[in-house]
T-cell receptor, first 114, second 120 residues
Framework: EPEVTQTPSHQVTQMGQEVILRCVPISNHLYFYWYRQILGQKVEFLVSFYNNEISEKSEIFDDQFSVERPDGSNFTLKIRSTKLEDSAMYFC????????????FGSGTQLSVL | AQSVTQLDSHVSVSEGTPVLLRCNYSSSYSPSLFWYVQHPNKGLQLLLKYTSAATLVKGINGFEAEFKKSETSFHLTKPSAHMSDAAEYFCVVSDLRTSISNFGNEKLTFGTGTRLTIIP
């Protein structure tokens, strides 16, 4: 079965550093998403991306965050200057047709900001 | 606005006994409801979904859930627990109106999760 792949599985960084989380969506998918889960809290929507632009973003997704699809296969989330409160599990997801019924999630990247 | 409440953060059952994971939702419009499961070091996997068809929904691995509008509930059940069911389970709601008006923007709202432990 096709999978959404996220790398690295764990990322440790110093506060104020830039970090890039990488995702390889399923190859024929066109819609891409980032969600995150702070320890002990709910999984939260960050951003959706389609046709090389952001289609929707949450209030969490401020100017410190950006997303990019630099080539035909990768989808990245960049945090420009990390804060302690950015520590969370970040999930990438993709879907073929933009319907939530066929949304596939990756296994997540655990980001720890020290 | 939509929200979902998972009433139990942790449930423990013995192998072979029934599983009940509770979920209540709030939605202004016709909701779509899902249960996702996350095994250790794995991605979120869709167990089952309700999208305004039959109220009793059957999913993978013997799980099922019943949509009860009068109780605003979507509890997950399984008749007989297996060791491999040990995982984190998330109840998720998506507002159908939001999904239609923002096609391609699947803004799912997750519950806080229930960790299911199976006792041998």
């Amino acid at each position: 079965e096709p999978e959404v792949t996220q790398t690295p599985s764990h990322q440790v960084t110093q506060m104020g550093q830039e970090v890039i989380l990488r995702c390889v969506p399923i190859s024929n998918h066109l819609y891409f998403y980032w969600y995150r889960q702070i320890l002990g809290q709910k999984v939260e929507f960050l951003v959706s991306f389609y046709n090389n632009e952001i289609s929707e973003k949450s209030e969490i997704f401020d100017d410190q965050f950006s997303v990019e699809r630099p080539d035909g296969s990768n989808f990245t989330l960049k945090i420009r200057s990390t804060k302690l409160e950015d520590s969370a599990m970040y999930f990438c997801a993709s879907s073929e047709a933009g319907t939530f019924e066929k949304l596939f999630f990756g296994s997540g990247t655990q980001l720890s900001v020290l | 606005a939509q929200s979902v409440t998972q009433l139990d953060s942790h449930v423990s059952v013995s192998e072979g006994t029934p599983v009940l994971l509770r979920c209540n939702y709030s939605s202004s419009y016709s909701p779509s409801l899902f249960w996702y499961v996350q095994h250790p070091n794995k991605g979120l996997q869709l167990l089952l979904k309700y999208t305004s068809a039959a109220t009793l929904v059957k999913g993978i691995n013997g799980f099922e859930a019943e949509f009860k509008k009068s109780e605003t509930s979507f509890h997950l059940t399984k008749p007989s627990a297996h060791m491999s069911d040990a995982a984190e389970y998330f109840c998720v709601v998506s507002d159908l109106r939001t999904s239609i008006s923002n096609f391609g923007n699947e803004k799912l709202t997750f519950g806080t999760g229930t960790r299911l432990t199976i006792i041998p």
